[in-house]
């Protein structure tokens, strides 16, 4: 069974930075790894995928800030936030995929993390 526990979110300052992390088990190194979130009110979206190659691909409106990686050898995937803004403020979820080819940046993945609250004041 694929468990995915995200960690790392917290109460930041605009322009400061936050790495999250996703601690995976039970899963299998060539799956497609990403970072979803959703603010309040607003659907969930798509941040950043990384396939079993570590080719990554990102949501258009973020590319520049967010940096996907991962650490097969501690089996696990993260998310490094910079510059943060308020509307960053979400829910970050961490999520994976049996496929070795990621989708598009958006697409549901099968198995979820519970995530981890990010919040940004001014």
């Known amino acids: 069974q694929v468990q995915l526990v995200e960690s790392g979110g917290g109460s930041v300052q605009a322009g400061g930075s936050l790495r999250l992390s996703c601690a995976a088990s039970?899963?299998?190194?060539?799956?497609?790894m990403g970072w979803f979130r959703q603010a309040p009110g607003k659907e969930r979206e798509g941040v950043a995928l990384?396939?079993?190659?570590?080719?990554?691909s990102y949501a258009d409106s973020l590319k520049g800030r967010f940096t996907i990686s991962k650490d097969n050898a501690k089996n696990t995937l993260y998310l490094q936030i910079t510059s943060l803004k308020v509307e960053d403020t979400a829910m970050y979820y961490c999520a994976a995929d049996p496929t070795w080819v990621c989708p598009g940046v958006g697409s549901w993945l099968k198995y979820w993390g519970q995530g981890t609250q990010v919040t940004v004041s001014s």
């Open positions: 990384i396939d079993r190659d570590g080719d990554t």
């Open positions: 039970g899963y299998h190194s060539n799956y497609c």
